[in-house]
């Protein structure tokens, strides 16, 4: 299919667009990263499409209290330009720098991978390991839902066909917490990822952790907590052993399939490496922890 | 005097006085035009009143065919024609070595995506909705998707000659008694994988019949004269009435040597008389078209006690998909390399090409040379650890010395480059890299030598390669050959020979793109021939030219011949430079008499009399060589291979523009280090290739290209224009194994398989205990 093939609907506000959307046959579309391929390999049910591109309204990087609230139309390059989001969720930097290649990164958004419910999406872990709220409106009524609450499964969500996401809010990192981002493609570019993960540690003493997060992109049909890994993290010495058995455990919670990429096998390896890698790089001074106090 | 005496004779004076446009990094004199986008693409292009073709493709790999009705299709409003096998009027079957693959497919399809109909419709959208109301019924036949199936006595057999389309032994010595005497004998099977050309402009082109009734092909391609043949064979019209364009074209590297669209097109546009434009898709690009051939190698080579190799007794065995295509020569490129540029007193060579239901495999850059590459460089390298030698001290003691007879009783030549290329690397900062660990413990560094030999041209394959130039009296030269330029450059270097051959400013140098109705058959741009083969034509036609100006400057200047010299476009009296013409002033006298100063120059390429037995072109006369260092970062968490650096010592003979020399050796390390680590082409279970774009199908990226180090051993090659020989292949063919025995390095771990993907390199890390 084309572009031509669709009715294009182009509004100038946020009302506008929510009554496009009210009986939901339109498919809303940002920087079209993905929904222009979904369109080429005909994989758009929707008639029409509801651009999104000319509702400044949409376009907003926000500092409220605990939260970074991010518009739909904000792009990664955006978010890797923000002094704002370099300071309190470096981990949502460090993964918007891996999303496909900086032509992707300026016109891929944040909201769009959200939308897109792919477990692939590189923007998603750190919201899982930050704790996001995603903002659904429809003309009728205006909803937040958890990020652990919103997807369902490969590009299903709680998403309703009249609803469109208008914002993603970024739960603030606090000063002290460690993080990591690591993606595994098959090239250092516009590459897949085969698996990735997110986590934020927060520290109880030196390099003893009271609470973690981690999450994994790639491994189920959506991203997941590494809950029992995050668990053994807690309050004790990150020994080598440890952090191998952290990064097994990781392993053993994912439940990756076998494509054309990689197999499952090595998914499952691939995802406790690079959980042990981010937690020595940690442990051994590679990385620093966030330090709100510039701002 | 023959002809290549006065080539080299005409090089060596001119380099005795230095050049003056030799061994210049021009930019390249199509660069403008194009990054301005003047140059149209074909598959930009539009003609008035065109019509859009498309090709009806097997979903099936092997298969008998009941029925193909297309009588729907044709009815479809919009279509303008239908075309099936009963339509080709000529030979329905193409093929550059052995026309052997159905120009349209007829009774039985042997891989998936096989051509069986084409579509001309007034748009692009009803030809594909023409391809959806044709229908094909299959008897499926079972399908072979390896040469180990292929290879068994039950398997199926594609073809009535069955599935090995051809077959080499070659001897030399006794190989049996050598391992009997050996010190260490080492036996090690090598595989290597499909892979694509990933050019960025897929197989496009337009056709349409002129004014004259010509029939007219515009199709990026790799050789304008044998697209011709094969047009007129199929078509059963005089090649007289076939004009091929192959310039532009958006790269090549072998993927678009053979035909591709042109019969399809000259068929098309013949039956509607209309212009017909055909462009394949990037997943056809990836399902229709030729990719490089999977190998299966075993090497069983024996060494003495002193580090000397004995014996090296090689079973090749070359997958060549459904047909042969340039499969035969392919085949003869690895047998050439499979025992290196070393002196090994005895050689086995039994060489195999092996039909399966894999698409078609046919030429790319390197052309089975990366292939037996992997496998002798791999083996040399386990050799000398097994020796506990230098890498590079094993390789020097057993190369191959000016005078020594190689495999194929051939004299080896001017090996002094190679010598001093390996040398070189063994002082070079990359080698000598301290063994400083790595912070991080799981990354692992290590550093891996290979080396490369790869002919020029055909070998024993007669090549008579004529140019010509042509002196227009308002002021330039127009050169003239056929060997497109499909941005390897071939245009710009023959530009600087031509200029330094008449003492020309670059400017007054006019190349005219390869066009059948123009330019002379000087064959095709590959097997690195191109510079070699159009510029020592070139150079013939120069010193013609020169010739023949020279008689009417004597008469003019009131001398003699031997009485007046030439310089920068002018004749002079010896002795008395007051008194000069130039040649525009002459040729304009000459015109005025009716005398066109176009001159044509053949060159016979040097060769053997006769190939080798079993080979239709082994050996070559004229060999380039390179000597490769590359170090890489492994992951051993992830098995994600990061390769660092690169480094080339290139024998190419003297250069003739250093900047796209080395750009392109360049490029072709970039395409070795895909072939070495990520790319591979991969059939599902119905024999359907399943990454054909560039999001699954893994071409390096820029983030991925190491830091590379290009160097040009200063050598001379006496056959050569100015001493060059060709270069376009030789930076592919050692990376595989430099970077495998990188690998080596770094992991302890040895990999006989090619790509290095993440999930290949660790899994066989955790079966050795590495991970």
């Known amino acids: ?295 | 005097m023959p002809e290549v005496e006065a080539v080299k004779l005409a090089s060596e004076e001119i380099l005795q006085q230095g050049y003056s446009y030799i061994n210049r990094s021009y930019q390249r004199v199509d660069a403008l035009d194009k990054v301005t986008g003047k140059i149209k693409f074909f598959s930009d292009m539009k003609i008035e009143g065109m019509l859009f073709a498309r090709v009806f493709r097997s979903s099936v790999a092997h298969a008998n065919i009941v029925t193909l009705d297309t009588t729907e299709a044709e009815r479809l409003q919009g279509v303008r024609a239908v075309l099936t096998y009963k339509d080709v009027p000529g030979l329905n079957a193409y093929g550059a070595i052995i026309p052997d693959a159905p120009v349209l497919g007829y009774g039985k399809v042997r891989f998936y995506g096989e051509p069986l109909a084409l579509v001309a419709a007034d748009d692009q959208e009803t030809a594909e909705k023409a391809l959806g109301l044709i229908k094909a019924v299959y008897e499926p036949l079972p399908a072979v998707h390896s040469m180990d199936e292929s290879l068994k006595p039950e398997a199926p057999k594609l073809h009535d000659r069955g599935n090995i389309a051809r077959h080499a032994l070659i001897l030399k010595g006794d190989v049996d008694r050598a391992f009997k005497d050996a010190h260490l004998t080492l036996e090690r099977t090598y595989r290597t994988q499909s892979q694509k050309h990933m050019f960025l402009e897929p197989e496009a082109g337009i056709a349409y019949t002129d004014e004259l009734g010509n029939l007219n092909i515009l199709a990026g391609g790799q050789n304008p004269y044998r697209d011709k043949m094969q047009v007129a064979r199929s078509l059963n019209i005089s090649p007289e009435k076939v004009r091929v364009i192959n310039y532009p074209a958006g790269g090549a590297f072998g993927g678009k040597d053979d035909v591709t669209v042109q019969i399809h097109l000259a068929l098309l546009a013949t039956k509607t008389k209309r212009p017909v434009k055909l462009v394949w898709n990037r997943e056809e690009s990836g399902i229709g078209g030729f990719h490089r051939h999977p190998s299966l190698i075993t090497l069983k080579t024996a060494v003495n006690d002193d580090g000397r190799l004995l014996a090296n007794d090689s079973h090749i065995y070359l997958d060549t998909g459904a047909y042969q295509s340039f499969g035969p020569t392919v085949l003869d490129v690895t047998i050439e390399v499979i025992n290196g540029p070393y002196l090994i007193p005895n050689i086995r060579i039994d060489a195999n090409l092996v039909y399966t239901n894999n698409g078609i495999s046919s030429a790319f850059r390197g052309f089975g040379g990366p292939q037996g590459n992997f496998a002798i460089e791999s083996m040399m390298d386990e050799m000398a650890e097994e020796m506990k030698m230098d890498p590079i001290d094993f390789r020097l003691k057993n190369l191959a010395k000016s005078g020594d007879i190689g495999p194929f009783g051939n004299s080896m030549r001017n090996m002094e480059g190679i010598h001093e290329a390996l040398s070189r690397l063994r002082n070079s900062p990359l080698w000598q890299l301290g063994k400083e660990l790595p912070p991080k413990p799981w990354i692992r560094r290590g550093t891996g030598v290979a080396i490369a030999i790869k002919g020029v041209g055909f070998g024993t394959i007669p090549d008579y390669p004529t140019a010509a130039v042509e002196l227009l009296p308002q002021g330039k030269i127009k050169v003239l050959f056929s060997n497109p330029d499909y941005g390897q450059g071939v245009n710009t270097g023959n530009a600087q020979i031509v200029a330094e051959a008449l003492d020309l400013p670059m400017n007054e140098i006019e190349v005219v793109n390869a066009d059948t109705q123009y330019s002379p058959d000087t064959g095709s741009s590959s097997a690195s021939r191109g510079t070699f083969t159009s510029g020592n034509a070139l150079l013939v036609a120069c010193n013609k030219m020169l010739d023949r100006l020279r008689m009417e400057a004597a008469l003019y200047l009131e001398s003699t011949r031997d009485g007046i010299e030439y310089a920068s476009g002018r004749f002079l009296i010896k002795g008395n430079e007051s008194k000069s013409v130039s040649i525009y002033d002459l040729a304009k006298g000459l015109r005025a008499k009716g005398e066109t100063l176009k001159f044509e120059g053949t060159f016979e390429v040097p060769r053997y009399p006769e190939p080798v037995k079993g080979t239709l072109e082994v050996p070559h006369v004229v060999y380039m060589y390179g000597a490769m260092v590359s170090s890489i970062e492994l992951n051993t968490l992830t098995g994600y291979l990061d390769v660092k650096n690169v480094d080339l010592m290139a024998d190419i003979g003297n250069v003739i523009n250093p900047l796209l020399a080395t750009t392109q050796c360049e490029g072709g390390i970039v395409q070795g280090l895909g072939f070495a680590t990520s790319e591979e082409l991969v059939y599902n279970q119905d024999e359907k290739p399943m990454n054909t774009n560039y999001t699954t199908y893994i071409v390096p990226s820029i983030a991925d290209i190491p830091k590379m180090y290009v160097e040009f051993i200063k050598t001379y090659e006496q056959y050569g224009p100015y001493g060059a020989k060709g270069m376009a292949e030789i930076p592919i063919v050692p990376v595989g194994a430099s970077i495998a025995n990188a690998l080596k390095q770094a992991s302890g771990v040895r990999y006989y398989q090619l790509p290095l993907t993440p999930g290949r390199v660790l899994s066989k890390l955790h079966d050795q205990g590495q991970g």
């Open chain 1, 1 to 295: 299919m084309k572009v031509s093939h669709y009715t294009v609907h182009s509004p100038r506000t946020i009302s506008e667009a929510l009554n496009i959307l009210k009986d939901g046959a339109a498919r809303p579309i940002a920087g079209g990263t993905d929904v222009m391929v979904q369109i080429k390999d005909d994989l758009v049910k929707e008639t029409e499409l509801l651009n999104l591109s000319y509702i400044m309204d949409l376009n907003y990087i926000r500092d409220d209290g605990d939260f970074i609230r991010v518009g739909a139309l904000t792009t990664y390059s955006d978010l890797i330009r923000s002094r704002l989001v370099n300071e309190y969720s470096p981990v949502l930097v460090e993964a918007a720098r891996t999303v496909g290649a900086v032509q992707i990164q300026n016109r891929g958004t944040l909201a769009g991978n959200v939308g897109n419910a792919s477990p692939a999406g590189d923007g998603l872990p750190p919201l899982f390991a930050t704790g996001a709220k995603v903002k659904l409106q429809s003309e009728a009524s205006e909803r937040e839902v958890d990020i652990g609450d919103y997807f369902l499964g490969v590009r299903k969500t709680v998403r309703q066909p009249n609803e469109l996401i208008t914002e993603v809010s970024v739960r603030k990192m606090k000063p002290g917490d460690y993080y990591f981002f690591k993606k595994i493609g098959l090239r250092s570019a516009n590459a897949i990822s085969l698996v990735s993960v997110a986590a934020v540690l927060v520290p109880a003493e030196v390099l003893t952790f009271k609470e973690a997060r981690i999450a994994m992109g790639a491994v189920a049909p959506t991203v997941i907590r590494a809950k029992s890994a995050e668990a053994a993290i807690l309050n004790c010495q990150l020994t080598d052993e440890k952090m191998k058995e952290v990064g097994r455990l990781a392993s053993e919670e994912a439940h990756p399939i076998t494509d054309i990429r990689a197999t499952a096998e090595y998914r499952k390896q691939a995802i406790a490496g690079a959980v042990y890698e981010g937690l020595y790089e940690i442990v051994n001074g590679f990385r620093s922890p966030v330090n709100g106090s510039s701002v």
